[in-house]
């Protein structure tokens, strides 16, 4: 039976959530469909299949972000091309430049399915600071509309591009598949360094240093619990790391805060942690906090917009004010976005109540299991054999 021809866009493999599902799916339905995967930069760091067919769409890129906008036509029109030439009637796309490539094919007058993946809260992803935020929502208002479908991975992002972007078209929820089996493995590879071995109790926090993650918080947070037997571990690098690296000098905090670069295998350092802190000033789905409840760890988020709320506490409404206070979730504590204060008490309960600790640790796991990549790929096989 001749299989379906699909082709997946995004900008590259490098790094990233959206960039692991795109990893999954062509390893996971390389026997099922003929997808041909389509690049913006030629940089892949995540498994693929090994005989993966790849074309690159943009061989000049530009540091510019204007003139990566103003280009955007002209990658449409060579896309457009690469579909018409190996028949293609299938496009899913990942990521917001990929996705305005996607929707300007409408343009050219394609007629096959557009699907695009939206994967982060777009309305604080472009925040109206600069031309190019402001450039950005004009393209998601003009062009997103040109979809068939538009997969959100939160029904919080899906609600930002109904009401605040005015896209009205059709719309799926599929969340981030998370690969208990790899977990498993991996957890069994290494040890961390002795250096670092979890004695105290550790709270965990895995992210990029850049505001959006907010670590900040998290160690002003932890200059309040000197007077406890706790200490912090944020796995990362960016942009933010010389500025956090001098904060924590300042308040003296270098035996109570360790940053550590960016790991292949965060999992054993998860394993031996306590719990898991997430500070995001807002979130798509965030993997790491499936990984966190797949190693059984309590966890403690913000209550940031995003999917955050559909993970920890689904009982509550996304359109529910945010909390002021700690909220106790089913999976999870949330606390206000950007209270240090706030996120010390919650620190200082999850250290004390070893009852509370206890009953997260039983249920994290199980929750973690319904977002297991078996069942999320279902999801995805339905989808691409519907459009």
Not at 5 to 16: A, C, F, N, Q
Not at 93 to 112: C, D, E, H, M, T
Not at 241 to 268: C, R
Not at 307 to 330: H, K, N, V
Request: net charge positive.
């Amino acid at each position: 039976m001749k299989k379906k021809k699909i082709s997946i866009l995004i900008v590259s493999l490098y790094s990233g959530g959206a960039e692991r599902v795109v990893s999954i799916l062509l390893n996971y339905f390389k026997d099922t469909f003929d997808i041909q995967l389509v690049l913006l930069q030629p940089v892949i760091e995540y498994e693929i299949p090994s005989d993966q067919q790849i074309t690159v769409l943009d061989k000049n890129p530009s540091n510019n972000p204007l003139l990566n906008v103003l280009r955007i036509p002209l990658l449409a029109f060579r896309y457009y091309r690469f579909l018409k030439k190996n028949n293609i009637n299938t496009s899913l796309s990942f990521l917001n430049r990929p996705n305005f490539i996607s929707g300007f094919l409408k343009v050219f007058g394609w007629k096959g399915k557009i699907i695009l993946s939206e994967r982060t809260l777009t309305s604080e992803y472009y925040t109206v600071k600069t031309i190019g935020d402001k450039m950005g929502r004009l393209l998601v208002k003009k062009l997103y509309p040109y979809a068939d479908l538009i997969v959100c991975n939160s029904k919080n992002i899906e609600a930002d591009l109904r009401t605040t972007f005015k896209v009205q078209t059709n719309y799926r929820i599929i969340y981030n598949p998370i690969e208990l089996k790899v977990i498993k493995e991996k957890i069994k590879q290494f040890a961390p360094p002795a250096s670092i071995t979890s004695k105290p109790f550790t709270f965990i926090s895995i992210g990029r240093l850049n505001y959006i993650k907010n670590h900040l918080m998290l160690i002003k947070a932890a200059s309040l619990l000197k007077d406890i037997n706790c200490r912090v571990q944020i796995i990362g690098k960016g942009e933010l790391k010389e500025t956090l690296d001098n904060y924590i000098v300042a308040a003296g905090m270098q035996e109570h805060v360790i940053i550590i670069d960016h790991t292949s295998n965060p999992f054993s350092y998860l394993t031996m942690a306590d719990c898991f802190v997430l500070t995001s000033n807002f979130e798509g789905f965030p993997n790491v906090v499936l990984e966190a409840l797949a190693c059984s760890l309590p966890v403690i988020s913000t209550d940031c917009k995003g999917g955050i709320r559909e993970l920890l506490t689904p009982s509550i409404a996304i359109d529910t004010p945010a909390t002021t206070d700690i909220f106790y979730g089913e999976y999870g504590m949330l606390v206000p976005v950007g209270n240090a204060e706030v996120l010390a008490q919650a620190m200082r309960k999850i250290y004390f109540d070893t009852a509370l600790h206890q009953t997260y640790k039983l249920k994290n796991f199980n929750r973690a299991k319904n977002f297991d990549v078996s069942a999320i790929m279902m999801c995805f096989n339905d989808l691409l054999n519907q459009y």
